[in-house]
């Protein structure tokens, strides 16, 4: 499914934006029947109110959704989709002027009500369309929901039709639509090529673990992008309960993101240089599962006791931001889905992210209000850098105690960066518990649009 505005502007329903306050200003705009039939509806301009209208032969004209007050528009995002979702199908053109802010974010949340993980359903839905607005960017809002669809589809597919195999089939055809380069190294080869704690993660699945490498353009800074995909994670040796089992299949929420934000970067064709890394594997268990009181060599030589099997994404994450930082980026991205700790510290609606540079954090903070992309920084705190250092080797895995394990994985992965680039980690659940406008339950977006939009910035520097 393709995400497009819609261009029958001279037959579309008119569609009136109301607020409490200006609700009066608009009925008296329209025609008495108009305004009884409003009246009749209760409607009174809240947030999410909707109510259609007809003209003196009863044929449907338009419609009036309520955007309620800023205090009330504080509480949710994606305003004009909470009320586009209460009306009949059917194409609305924009009949006043919208008094939102953020409007390239409420355009993605109007084009993202089409959106249902149909793959395995036999009659997709059919969602109302809209026209864009004037002084909307069309082309880069479309863009951006494309790159949405791409997230969820990759994140709710099931682990049986999205493995390894099929995750190296979806970059290596981003590869081929933007004439990027694309190499992969499977199996065996991980070990010989000096992947060996990829390798380690991914060796007791049937389907080889491997690593992803997407590279394009030749002009402007140097930007990587690192995301973890793992496909399924039953915890290894360390077995995950039924209960935290069953949302495995996201587990490669950080190679989603990432994916959906380099098409976003190739599809706006930012003057950068990208690369996209992406280290695939399940988590499996079989007699040569990787086990707890293992250690493992890294790419980067760091020796790392395996204290837990369940705490495996910082691992092939390393080996793969250690590979990133030796082709000297000036900004090393790494998403991933990689602790709990996170969820219970801000809540599955937040991006929490780690930055070692603090205009850029910064940066993120501001991008993140304007594109109605909610992230929160998190600190490298450098005292717990004792946490994870064990006894018998360089680094663990999986520090005991239960505390600050966000950020005790963060610390983890800073290790294996070198100091030159600027270093971005984001720890996200990539998942929504219950719908929301412009949001199905399920896997959704997060982080990447507030990234894009400080790439774009970096790109002009």
Known sequence: MTYKFADQRDTALDLFCATPETLDAILSSLSPMAQRWIAAQEFNGNLGQAA??????GKNVGAVIGLGTEVTRRRSRFHLAAALSKLPKGTYSFANDIPLEAMEAEMLGCLMLGYSFDM?????????????PDGVDADKVEVLATSEKMIRDLVNTPTADMSPIELEATVQTLAQEFGASFDVVRGEALLEQNFPMIHAVGRASDTAPRLLDLRWGDTGPKVTLVGKGICFDTGGLNLKPGGSMGLMKKDMG??????????????????VQLRLLVPAAQNSVSGNSFRPGDVLTSRKGLTVEINNTDAEGRLVLADALAYAC?????????????????????????????????????????????????????????????MIEP?????????SGGFAGSITAALFL???????PT???FD????????????????????????????????KS
Request: aromatic residues 8%; glycine residues 6%; proline residues 8%.
């Open 52 to 57: 259609c209208f007809p003209d003196e032969t």
């Open 120 to 132: 395995y359903k036999s009659k997709p839905s059919k969602p109302v369309s809209v026209c864009v």
């Open 254 to 271: 950080g190679a989603a993101n990432t994916i959906g934000l380099a098409h976003a970067i190739m599809a706006l064709n930012l003057p």
């Open 326 to 386: 030796e082709d000297a980026p000036d900004l090393v991205v790494s998403m991933a889905t990689l602790t709990g700790a996170a969820r219970v510290a801000v809540g599955p609606d937040i991006a929490p992210f780690y930055a070692t540079d603090d205009s850029l954090a910064l940066a993120l903070s501001a991008a993140a209000s304007h594109v109605q992309d909610p992230v929160w920084r998190m600190p490298f705190h450098d005292p717990y850098e004792t």
């Open 391 to 399: 006894d018998i080797a360089d680094l663990d895995n999986a520090p």
């Open 414 to 420: 800073r290790r294996f960066v070198t100091e030159t």
């Open 423 to 425: 270093y971005v980690h």
């Open 428 to 459: 996200i659940y990539s998942w929504a518990p219950t719908a929301a406008a412009g949001r199905s339950k399920g896997g959704f977006g997060q982080g990447y649009r507030s990234l894009l939009e400080v790439i774009a910035d970096l790109a």
